[in-house]
């Protein structure tokens, strides 16, 4: 017998070697990667993908064809196809392109360093005690589309929870994402974003301000108000108390790029 299939063979005691025990050996410490949008972003930013699984090859392929002509190679390399049964077995919820991966999440230590680095040539976003996992995620998506340096989190929430992961279409691997305490935030100027602060419409944002987000609940912390060296207010009518989290990045972000610092689209 040729070529067996890795699906059937998978499970057998002589299989070691097989993508889907491979995927139950990685499982626990990778980063899942759920449909193919967030496979092909986490690929094209240079992700160590461990494992990648499909459960319609053919299909995930005509995607690579349509959309990612530029990492099709790699991920026609990637892919295994197992049946669906098995797919759906392995991933909390079946996504429509039945396309899953595990990824080396990237170290402490070298996320540190780039948040660290000097001179910054774009803003770190810090988002300070977030609860919802969708809107970190979003958050997150917005970082590597505008090109910032990176999104810290304070607070209990891990910004590389699967959820986030989900919500942030493997663009993690675009920009360096960690936890840290206030106290350990990275060098720079805290803008940190208050409807009682200053206008943003009069500020130019520095490429190295590390721009602060209160949590959905309470807004900014006390720990986080004593390091802001500015308070800065999006424009709003006064009848309404505050923009959503992820919003209120989009538009300081946007802000930011409007003074020329971020990436132009080709
Ligand atoms: C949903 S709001 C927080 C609402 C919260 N109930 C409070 O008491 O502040 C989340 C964060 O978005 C930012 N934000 C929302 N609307 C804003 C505005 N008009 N100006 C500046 N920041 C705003 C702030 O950083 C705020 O802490």
Request: glycine share 8%; proline share 8%.
């Amino acid at each position: 017998m040729t070529d067996p299939d890795p699906d059937r063979t998978a499970g057998r005691p002589d299989d070691r070697a097989g993508p889907v025990s491979a995927w139950h050996r990685l499982a626990a410490d990778a980063v899942l990667l759920d449909g193919f949008h967030a496979l092909k972003h986490a690929v094209r930013f240079g992700a160590e993908v461990r494992v990648a699984l499909t459960a319609d090859r053919g299909a995930a392929l005509a995607l690579a064809d349509e959309l990612a002509g530029d990492v099709r190679e790699e991920l026609a390399a990637l892919l295994t196809e197992v049946s669906h049964d098995t797919y759906a077995s392995l991933v909390p919820r079946p996504h429509p392109t039945a396309v899953a991966a595990l990824a080396v999440r990237p170290s402490r230590a070298g996320n540190l360093e780039r948040l660290a680095h000097s001179p910054r040539t774009a803003p770190v976003v810090v988002l300070d005690n977030p609860r919802n996992l969708g809107n970190a995620g979003a958050v997150i998506r917005l970082a590597a589309g505008f090109g910032a340096t990176g999104v810290v989190t304070t607070g209990t929430l891990d910004p590389w929870h699967p959820t986030v992961v989900r919500g942030g279409a493997g663009l993690h691997f675009a920009t360096a994402v960690e936890r840290t305490a206030v106290g350990e935030l990275p060098p720079g100027p805290v803008f940190a974003l208050d409807p009682e602060g200053e206008d943003i419409r009069s500020l130019k944002l520095p490429d190295d301000a590390l721009l602060a987000f209160g949590s959905e609940r309470s807004g900014l912390s006390p720990e986080l108000r004593a390091r802001a060296d500015h308070l800065v207010a999006l424009p709003m009518r006064p009848q309404v108390s505050s923009y959503n989290l992820a919003t209120s990045v989009a538009m300081t972000l946007f802000h930011w790029s409007a003074a020329g610092g971020a990436p132009h689209a080709s």
